[in-house]
């Protein structure tokens, strides 16, 4: 198991980022959709919390059969998937990933958002006591991105909101840009195979943080788009794109109920700590063998097939 905290400062309020991180997902996510593949909505509705009172639940399915490299489509079912389950209960959210193909992996992240340029330095360690970890600072600004992924209007050094006269952003924007809030993201990668265990779950980090990169630069690029929409707006946006990219990947559309307001049956309480996705060490079904799977004709019978056929014909 390895644990990171990352700190992400977006030059935003934590209400204002509240609408621009669900644009950013619905969009990003469509985008990032091509036929049979992309994510994958399965559920999306109100959820009640004991604990964090009412909020979101969403459930998705990310699908990345054809951007694994060659040696893992070698060793993977033709239809694979990450299963991705969030409790939106804002400004604390929870999210976790697991596979069923792998049932020995698994990310966990709690986030927690404040109007701050993350000097909160306690923010985690108030709730459970973790120990030591590592805890990097995000700039999303000058922390270099992959190069496949970089767009020139997305980068915030250059960018310059016309609506809200925002960026560019200079070296050391944090100490000085107003409004400031930050996102602050417990992050928990198990991978328990031995021999495999440290170089994945670093591996997995990485990929983590340049996502978080990405989005976020995004978020803010994007910032003229979304940021004069209610809650209710982006909420219906949501939920267009989410079918939209539902029809792409080619699925059957689910009924999607999208409402800030909580409803009775949807009672179930989130996790006090990291949950746990029910999983067997058992392959999925689909890998199974076909129990009525019909035999093989021997070679024999191949052989002779032309002369049955002709056998029948002068019948």
């Not at 803010?220 to 004069?228: G, K, Q």
């Not at 794109?241 to 699925?251: C, K, L, V």
């Not at 800030?260 to 700590?273: D, K, L, R, Y």
């Amino acid at each position: 198991m390895l644990i990171k905290e990352y700190r992400i400062c977006m030059p935003l309020t934590t209400e204002e980022y509240r609408v621009g991180q669900l644009y950013m997902i619905s969009k990003h996510s469509h985008q990032e959709s091509e036929k049979g593949e992309g994510v994958e909505v399965v559920k999306n509705e109100p959820h009640e919390d004991p604990v964090h009172g009412p909020g979101q639940f969403t459930e998705k399915r990310v699908h990345l059969s054809s951007k694994l490299p060659s040696w893992a489509r070698a060793v993977t079912p033709r239809i694979f998937y990450i299963t991705e389950k969030a409790w939106n209960y804002y400004p604390y959210t929870i999210t976790e990933y697991t596979c069923s193909f792998l049932p020995k992996f698994s990310i966990y992240i709690e986030t927690k958002y404040e109007d701050n340029c993350g000097d909160n330095a306690n923010i985690f360690l108030s709730d459970k006591v973790l120990g030591d970890h590592e805890v990097t600072f995000l700039d999303i600004a000058f922390d270099e991105i992959p190069e496949r992924y970089y767009q020139s209007p997305e980068d915030p050094r250059y960018f310059s909101s016309v609506k809200t006269g925002r960026g560019p952003l200079r070296e050391g924007w944090q100490e000085h840009t107003k409004p400031i809030m930050c996102s602050y993201k417990l992050v928990t990668v198990k991978f328990e195979v031995w021999g495999l265990q440290t170089r994945v779950e670093q591996f997995v980090h990485k990929v983590i943080r340049d996502i978080l990169l990405i989005g976020h630069r995004q978020a803010f690029a994007w910032i003229d788009e979304w940021c004069e929409m209610t809650m209710d707006e982006v909420r219906q946006y949501e939920r267009e794109t989410q079918e939209a990219t539902n029809e792409i990947i080619g699925r059957v559309t689910p009924s999607i109920s999208i409402s800030e307001v909580g409803q009775p049956s949807a009672t179930h309480s989130a996790p006090a700590s990291a949950p746990s996705t029910p999983l067997s060490g058992d392959p999925p079904e689909f890998l199974s063998a076909p129990k009525d799977r019909a035999r093989k004709k021997s070679a024999p019978e191949m052989l002779t097939l032309p002369a049955l056929r002709e056998r029948a014909s002068a019948e």
